[in-house]
């Protein structure tokens, strides 16, 4: 079967990768199941670092990143990386941060910001009937050898708010059309990375989906690699199911092709898992 979209016919292409993960904050507090980040942290970067190697131009949207952590997976990635964010509680360090790390000697960035998904998201607040501040990073990055731009966002949203979670679609639908329209003369593609604690049957979904297609309803079923659907596995927990919550969403010009989408294990034969959440990566084509 050929993929949705067809191959740019002109230009250099450049392959570029995004992987959206919730790498599950590193609380005192493991629930049974979970082994605490001291032990997960080695095993989680070293499948960043696979994930990313020989492919330069990979974008790292994290979420559910403390500071600590933050600098944890700067470290094992290195000085070829950096890294945009800041910290839900402050705008500064404090609380999860939803980074997107990217290659120094690759992309520039032209802008960035955090967004809180709330009524006022210019400020750290609360939105809706949240239970907690959640936020979207937006970032504008050009590509140093081709001069290739495109818009990536990282984002988590609430786990209890439905208000919200729909909410906060339509607010990350009107940040992509600005920003979108602020970089409109290079006309770039714009990915949305995140954890939406929200199905596909739920109303956040089908919100975002009235603006931007999800990744891995449009990439051939028999194309796919890993996992199908299930990117939440939860630790084990009896009052949890396993479920479809985090995506890849795409806006894009006709010169964005779909190359690879996969869901990968969070579990090895050591049994430890990395996370109660799986990675999920797509390649395009640009």
């Known amino acids: 079967m050929t993929l949705p979209e067809s191959s740019p016919t002109s230009g250099q292409n450049l392959q570029i990768r995004f992987v959206t993960f919730n790498i599950r904050y590193a609380t005192k507090n493991p629930v ?23 492919h330069d131009s990979t974008f790292l949207c994290l979420q559910e990143v403390l500071f600590s952590q933050l600098m944890d997976i700067q470290n094992a990635l290195g000085p070829s990386w950096g890294h945009i964010g800041r910290g839900r509680e402050d705008g500064k360090l404090q609380g999860e941060l939803s ?59 609430d786990h209890r708010g439905q208000v919200a979670r729909e909410e906060s679609s339509k607010l990350i639908l009107k940040l992509a059309s600005e920003w979108r329209q602020t970089n409109r003369e290079l006309d770039p593609p714009l990915v949305l990375a995140g954890d939406l604690n929200s199905t596909p049957d739920d109303r956040a979904y089908k919100t975002l989906t009235s603006g931007l297609q999800d990744a891995s309803a449009v990439f051939p079923n028999e194309l796919k690699y890993g996992n199908r659907h299930i990117t939440y596995t939860s630790f084990g927990e009896p009052d949890e199911e396993p479920k479809t919550i985090d995506f890849l969403f795409v806006q894009r010009p006709p010169t964005f092709k779909l190359v690879l989408f996969g869901i990968l294990s969070n579990k090895f034969d050591d049994g430890v898992l990395l996370s109660d959440h799986r990675p999920v990566f797509l390649d395009v084509e640009v």
């Open 99 to 157: 980074p997107i790390f990217f290659r120094l000697d690759q992309w520039d960035v032209q802008d960035w910001k955090n967004y809180w998904l709330s009524e006022t998201p210019e400020k750290p607040s609360v939105g809706w009937d949240a239970a907690l501040k959640r936020i979207v990073t937006v970032g504008s990055f050009r590509h140093k050898a081709t001069g290739k731009a495109v818009i990536v966002m990282s984002t988590h949203f």
């Open 32 to 54: 049974p199941g979970e082994k605490p980040w001291s032990e997960r942290q080695p095993r989680l970067c070293a499948q960043l670092q696979f994930l990313t190697s020989g």
